[in-house]
């Protein structure tokens, strides 16, 4: 019988597709059960990595981690989540999908302590008007990020202020990577016979920009975060036994 997968922390993120400093928050939050220690090690098996992946998938629906917590918690007690977990994973149409809205009322609390929150968080994409008093999430991976500066306990006006700043550099990076492929890819088609070969290998490489740099440039900062958390001296010794 082979012998049960083990993972250390850092193995366990990579086969994950996650960071470290995610799986730490996981366990801070209360929705990943703790390692197997061993020493001053942890260990973590196959039932961690399918916990990490499903919340990951999660996320990406734009669930919250208190909502999160309650799911797992349910599917761990043996109720019967297959419906629920279904929905998650098959989005109805958004004019279906009243689970994620909320009233202006909500949203204008949520961010009260930001000036002209609500106006800022609907300008940047996060939430877009569903009619005059109820408005629904437009951007979950945006609006996993607010989440993830709660966690982190980044006040309100200073966490719109670094989505903000996060939306104008990658609308940097995409403007440049759109000039690159207007100088070297659209240029040439339009100078070529523009035959079914030509629009074929056109065509690649816009498939390419849309995919590639996004995930280059999210797992370069991922690795310069972890990199910058090792290298503070503070943060690494308080980290190393977590």
Not at 200 to 218: K, W
Request: net charge negative; proline share 5%.
């Amino acid at each position: 019988m082979a012998a049960a997968a083990e993972y250390t922390i850092d193995e366990l993120a990579q086969a994950a597709g996650t960071t470290v400093r995610s799986v730490r928050v996981y366990h801070e939050r209360g929705v990943l059960p703790p390692p197997q220690l061993r020493g001053r090690t942890g260990y973590y098996g196959d039932e961690h990595l399918n916990r990490v992946r499903t919340i990951s998938r999660l996320l990406d629906r734009g669930i919250k981690l208190n909502g999160i917590k309650e799911l797992l918690a349910a599917w761990d007690r043996g109720d019967d989540l297959g419906a629920v977990l279904g929905v998650v994973e098959t989005a109805p149409p958004a004019s279906e999908n009243t689970a994620a809205t909320l009233s202006a009322t909500e949203l204008q609390e949520r961010f009260a302590d930001a000036p002209n929150g609500l106006a800022r968080v609907v300008a940047a994409g996060v939430f877009e008007p569903v009619d005059a008093t109820t408005y629904r999430i437009a951007d979950p991976v945006m609006a996993t990020l607010l989440d993830s500066f709660a966690v982190l306990g980044v006040p309100c006006d200073e966490a719109l202020r670094e989505l903000e700043r996060l939306r104008a550099d990658c609308d940097r990076i995409a403007r440049r990577f759109v000039d690159l492929l207007l100088r070297d890819s659209w240029e040439p088609y339009t100078a070529s016979a523009r035959g079914r070969d030509d629009l074929a290998d056109f065509a690649a490489r816009v498939t390419a920009v849309l995919s590639i740099p996004g995930h280059a440039t999210g797992d370069l900062v991922n690795r310069l975060i972890e990199r910058r958390i090792d290298e503070d001296a503070d943060l690494s010794d308080v980290l190393r036994d977590v």
